[in-house]
């Protein structure tokens, strides 16, 4: 397990979002980032999470609501990680992925494309 800040973390977190490509990023709609400490009770183990609706399933009743949140989970990210680089790496596939959700992507497609 590495320790770091939560500063520091938060630092990561947003580098990840931030080297996703501009003409991705500019897609995204309605979306905020957050960082919290831990998930769910009932997945101790989640890295992060996409809440929201994805683009592929908005409708023109689609609107005055709140942003779609990306979650990143400080504590379980840390815990399997040996070093900084390490947090780099799982931060980085962790908001990749919850964006891909934003996008319409399921988890059997990430995996495809190794974003497990």
Do not use: K, Q, W
Request: hydrophobic share 40%; with cysteine.
């Amino acid at each position: 397990m590495v320790e770091l800040s939560d500063d520091r973390f938060a630092e990561l977190v947003e580098e990840a979002f931030r080297s996703v490509p501009p003409e991705l990023a500019s897609l995204l709609d309605n979306v905020a980032l957050f960082i919290e400490d831990d998930p769910p009770p009932d997945d101790p183990d989640l890295l992060g999470v996409y809440d929201g609706v994805a683009l592929t399933e908005r409708d023109s009743m689609y609107g005055g609501v709140l942003p779609d949140r990306i979650v990143v989970f400080r504590n379980p990210t840390l815990e399997i990680c040996d070093t900084e680089a390490d947090v780099v790496h799982e931060v980085r596939i962790t908001v990749v992925h919850e964006i891909a959700h934003h996008f319409g992507i399921d988890d059997d497609r990430l995996h495809e494309l190794g974003y497990a």
